[in-house]
């Protein structure tokens, strides 16, 4: 939660608390405000200890408060009530309901910020807008995987050198990844993966791309070194591809230009008249601060705004749906050496883990998302048991709440149909061709 959402909160239970005279209070007065104030309390445990969306936790707060007054329950708050719930829920299926077609249509419509690659077979069936450089959020953690594995083959890397959770969380903000981090942390525990405090290197490597930690990330990229990864890329022909560089600690960059004098219109024209090489170069320093203990992590508080976070956004490490297509293919068609083709696969195939469906379907399927507040990335490259392969690549940007929410939803349904359905296929390919 921002501070305007605390100030709001503390505001309603100051406001309930609020003396009236004694002889005016009934029972039913200190009943309300008693409900009230839990409900403000029990939205700000769940957000603050469950980490539930704040979004999510007024609308059930409000639910409450419906649910737990007295006059809710009369006979007219009920079919008003009634009324309320049937619109919504007719309104609620209409929208989320299952639509493959609201992302081909988003992309029709949106040209100027979208890109979508298909590869069947080996044949590039649908290259829409693909040799465009779009920023690629976390799903440029598919390359950071590809040199990995190629250290692994080349045995300048130990799948089973233990590594400190503590030197991964010198790279761990607090809100700013989706607690992805936290959530892979809580599963190596679980499985009981940490002892002494440390975890397998390959172990760390998963949690960047089945969890999309991006304090692994950074890890990785300082293990790997950014020259080796920015190397890699073009000796796989990745021609489109911007130079790699630390994801968590280029968030830091606002406040270590900003001054007690610039607002946040100047802020923002200060970060985007940044050279990129500059930019770049200070999220390297600002990174290796963190790793040195110059920064620490815990000690931050993240609380930048829309308007700053869209810069950062913006700036992420770009390339082209043409480039992760052809990655996809390498991948796909095991152009890498036997034993890093091998430890790729294990590391980008967790959708055959998730789900046991997948199995009965495909012989490989590998994937990596990447998304922000305005961006909804995602590559995947899949094999079914007759040996049909595809490749596809959706980059998405400047998407606004609604869309992402939209894409999100519709985006699983929609990849599902494209590798289910030679016809579907056909049908976003002269869609997209028009």
Request: charged share 25%; glycine share 6%; hydrophobic share 40%.
């Amino acid at each position: 939660m921002n501070i305007w959402a605390w100030i709001g909160l503390l505001g309603i239970i100051l406001f309930t608390l609020m003396p009236l005279k004694k002889e005016n209070k009934s029972k039913e007065d200190f009943r309300k405000v008693i409900v009230t104030v839990l409900i403000v309390l029990g939205i700000m445990i769940a957000v603050v200890i469950f980490n539930v969306n704040y979004l999510v936790a007024l609308i059930i707060g409000f639910i409450a408060s419906i649910v737990l007054d007295k006059k809710t329950y009369t006979k007219n708050r009920l079919i008003i009530y009634g009324a309320i719930v049937l619109v919504i829920g007719i309104a609620g299926y209409s929208v989320f309901r299952d639509n493959p077609n609201y992302v081909m249509n988003h992309l029709k419509d949106n040209p100027q910020s979208t890109s979508f690659y298909l590869e069947e077979n080996g044949e590039k069936l649908i290259t829409y807008h693909s040799d465009r450089v779009r920023p690629l959020a976390s799903t440029v953690k598919m390359l950071i995987a590809v040199e990995y594995a190629m250290q692994i083959d080349a045995g300048i890397l130990n799948k089973d050198h233990a590594v400190s959770v503590d030197d991964l969380n010198r790279y761990y903000i607090k809100n700013t990844d989706g607690n992805a981090h936290e959530e892979w942390l809580r599963t190596m525990n679980e499985e009981g993966k940490v002892n002494n405090n440390k975890v397998i290197l390959h172990d760390v490597a998963r949690g960047m791309v089945t969890y999309s930690s991006n304090a692994n990330t950074d890890y990785l990229i300082d293990l790997l070194g950014i020259a080796a990864i920015n190397e890699r890329a073009q000796s796989l022909g990745l021609t489109q591809q911007e130079e790699v560089y630390p994801i968590v600690s280029a968030l830091l960059i606002p406040d270590h230009i900003k001054t007690e004098s610039m607002d946040e219109e100047q802020l923002i024209k200060e970060l985007e008249s940044l050279p990129n090489e500059e930019y770049r170069e200070l999220a390297e320093e600002l990174s290796k601060q963190m790793k040195e203990g110059t920064i620490k992590a815990e000690e931050i508080t993240f609380e930048s705004t829309l308007k700053v976070q869209k810069v950062w956004s913006d700036r992420l490490i770009g390339a082209s749906a043409n480039d992760y297509g052809k990655l996809l293919g390498i991948i796909s068609n095991d152009e890498l050496p036997a034993k890093a083709a091998e430890t790729a696969r294990d590391l980008l195939e967790w959708p055959m883990e998730l789900n046991e469906g997948n199995q009965e379907l495909f012989t490989h399927l590998g994937a990596k998302g990447g998304s922000t507040a305005f961006i909804l990335n995602d590559a995947l490259y899949a094999e079914n048991h007759r040996g049909h392969k595809i490749e596809m690549v959706l980059l998405t940007d400047d998407l606004n709440v609604w869309q992402n929410i939209l894409i999100s939803h519709n985006l699983n349904s929609f990849e599902s149909k494209l590798l289910s359905s030679e016809d579907y296929r056909l049908k976003v390919q002269k869609e997209l061709s028009q």
